[in-house]
């Protein structure tokens, strides 16, 4: 709480060249942290943590009349307080702040960011999927004032949740099941957005403006928003149907997983992904003990980098996870056996094995869809429009133009996702053209974590700033088409700039 409220007074002022123009500084209004910010926008004063998860703001960056989190990457408007992209939805409390004979004193708490002014919307606004994108794109319609316009169709029956808590935080005990779910649930019912949840679409009719749900009812509509993200992949190898198999990808997901981990011993992960490396240590963190088995010897390497890589199996095999290079043959339900004769007992078995875009419904619908060399999912243009008008698509199940080069791309990242989500919504508002933001993810080892700026497809170039002994760098990757991505740790406001840099 010390840390939380450290630096002056701000209702007894501070001297006016104690902020200079484009800096932050945090100090304390009745106890509250709070950030004073001078930007191309004025003078503002905010309340000091992100609205996401809590990093305190002054530790981030101020750019492009932005504030910019350091730990994900969220970012509010510096005139506002507003929060403009994902992973933060709720605005930044706002404090009355005068500027007189050389000093800056903040007041009272004010009103929160002035209300949005509602645009024109189409009247009718269908979203499939409740995940990453179709939130993130329900919630920005809703912000602007057209919610009643929105009707948001999710599978399953829970209430919309952050998906990436179920691989880290809730599967590693460290979480309540509750403390998951996504608190700006509240704001879309307030706003008029029709939630149906535990709904499952069986057709869209792209020339008959409807989607069909399996109940048989018929939602028209004169937009739809096709977020309906990516199926776990599954293994075909004897033994891998059996009950005590799961994938990794919902919150349901993670409660089969947990309940099973109450009852067993030792856990088999098998790929070496994110979602797989996240899940050993999170069971790792819950006493059991975890084999992977994975193709290659040096997990993510071709996202991370050969080094990075290594590194994040040496945090893994500090902490007792045990890696196997090869493939597995069978599993009876106690025992997996690898090809090249390896036993290892498992009382239950974690898939790691990556996703595949769910297209069947837009590909019934008649609607263009990307080659596998160009990453599968559906084709959209840099509006993130279908072939087919009025229609659009985000999140994992979107293929689109890159952002620079030729060619195209799909990303599986959760936060691109919402952003995907939020700039389909602007579209809609009259507010969007390109998109072009910058895809970023973060994930964690045993208290090491990474963040991850830009991609790069097939790897020609990798650059070390600091070193992966002291787990403390960026590095810079280069493709062969001359896409780049930064990896770091330890480094959040290296990773924020050139994120802000490369958004130029």
Known sequence: MAEANKGPDFTQGIASSDLAPGAMLRGTVDGAPVILVRSEAGLRAFSAKCTHLGAMLDTGLLAGGEIRCPWHHARFSANTGEAVAAPAFAPLGCYRVEERDGRITVGPKSESAPPVPKPRAPERIVILGAGAAGFACAFELARHGVGSHVILIGEEADSPYDRTFCSKQY?????????????????????????????????????????????????????????????????????????????????????????????????????????????????????????VVAPGAVPMRKVLG?????????????????????????????????????????????????????????????????????????????????????????????????????????????????????????????????????????????????????????????????????????????????GEALVTAKRDKVALQVEADWER
């Open 171 to 291: 599967l590693a005990g460290k979480k309540e099941r509750d403390g998951v779910r996504l608190r700006e649930t509240a704001f879309l019912q307030e706003s008029g957005v029709t939630l149906r949840m535990g709904e499952r679409v069986a057709a869209i009719d792209a020339t008959g403006r409807n989607v069909r749900l399996e109940s048989g009812e018929a939602l028209g509509f004169d937009a739809l928003v096709i977020a309906t993200g990516a199926s776990p992949q599954r293994l075909d190898t004897p033994g891998f149907e059996r009950e005590n198999v799961f994938v990794l990808r919902s919150l349901s997901d993670a409660d089969r997983i947990i309940a099973s981990a109450s009852e067993g011993k030792r856990a088999l992960v098998i790929g070496s992904s994110f979602i797989g490396l996240e899940a050993a240590a999170s069971l790792r963190g819950r006493g059991l003990e975890v084999d």
């Open 306 to 482: 050969e080094e990075v890589g290594a590194m994040v199996r040496a945090i893994h095999e500090e902490n007792g996870v045990r890696f196997h290079t090869g493939k597995v043959r069978s599993y009876d339900g106690a025992v997996a056996l690898l090809e090249d004769g390896t036993s290892l007992p498992a009382d239950f078995v974690v898939l790691g094995l990556g996703v595949s875009p769910r297209v069947d419904l837009a590909a019934e619908a008649g609607l263009d869809l990307a080659s596998g060399e160009e990453g599968g999912g559906i084709r959209v243009d840099a509006r993130l429009e279908t072939s087919q008008t009025g229609i659009f698509a985000a999140g994992d199940v979107a293929n689109l133009p890159k952002r620079t080069g030729e060619g195209r791309q799909r990303i599986e990242h959760w936060v691109h996702a919402q952003r995907q989500g939020q700039h389909v919504a602007r579209v809609l508002l009259g507010q969007g053209e390109r998109f072009e933001d910058v895809p970023f993810f973060w994930t964690a080892h045993f208290g090491t974590s990474l963040r991850n700026v830009g991609h790069a497809d097939e790897i020609a170039d990798a650059r070390m700033d600091g070193s992966t002994e002291a787990r403390d760098f960026a590095l810079r990757l280069t493709d062969r088409q001359g």
